[in-house]
């Protein structure tokens, strides 16, 4: 079983912020599987699907971004799911608008969320999908600018984004993380 959790803050002030990139690749794979994800449950929205034969539990934590790893942890310990098999789908300033990075493992970078994981879990031995959302601009506040709204020409990008990194979930699921990073690590033109 695989826990695929995508960060971001609940309630409609944030729907299309920088920060819920990894809410809207959840809803990009739930569209891609045809499930819904309602059920509340964990401190999260979850839902259940198939990818491959293997079974999933969609999520996106509803804990706000900096205390995500206390629905990771309570999904994990649930349903007996270790670190290893535990995708977190999250925003990344430092790369640009859609380009993704799939990783095994790592650390936080600075992003609250991750930390929380990290802490919560007690390893950064898990597999992540960031999603680019382009470099804060000089004297901006970090916090303004990944809770700004993505601009017109920024949403098509992060539409495409969001699918892309539905895609590189359901393969690290099926193929492995190795399969995913040699597809999906590349710059975009």
């Known amino acids: 079983m695989f826990i695929i959790a995508g960060l971001g803050n609940p309630g409609k002030e944030y729907e299309n912020t920088r920060h819920n990139a990894g809410f ?17 449950k964990h401190k999260a929205l979850c839902g259940r699907a198939v990818i491959g034969g293997e079974k999933v539990i969609l999520m996106k934590p509803q804990t706000y971004m900096n205390s995500s790893g206390e629905s990771i942890r309570a999904a994990a310990d649930y349903y007996k799911v270790e670190p290893e098999d535990i995708l977190v789908i999250y925003d990344d300033i430092s790369l640009a608008p859609g380009q993704l990075r799939v990783r095994a493992k790592g650390s936080a970078g600075g992003h609250n969320g991750i930390k ?73 033109e």
């Open 24 to 40: 809207m690749a959840i809803d990009a794979l739930a569209d891609k599987l045809g499930a819904d994800v309602s059920e509340k």
């Open 116 to 188: 929380s994981i990290i802490a919560h879990l007690g390893t950064q031995e898990f597999p992540r999908v960031r999603v680019g959302v382009g470099e804060k601009p000089p004297k901006m506040d970090l916090a303004d600018y990944v809770l700004g709204h993505f601009g017109a020409g920024e949403r098509k990008i992060m539409a495409e984004a969001a699918k892309e990194a539905a895609e590189a979930a359901c393969q690290v699921v099926t193929e492995g993380v190795d399969h995913a990073m040699n597809d999906h690590n590349r710059k975009k």
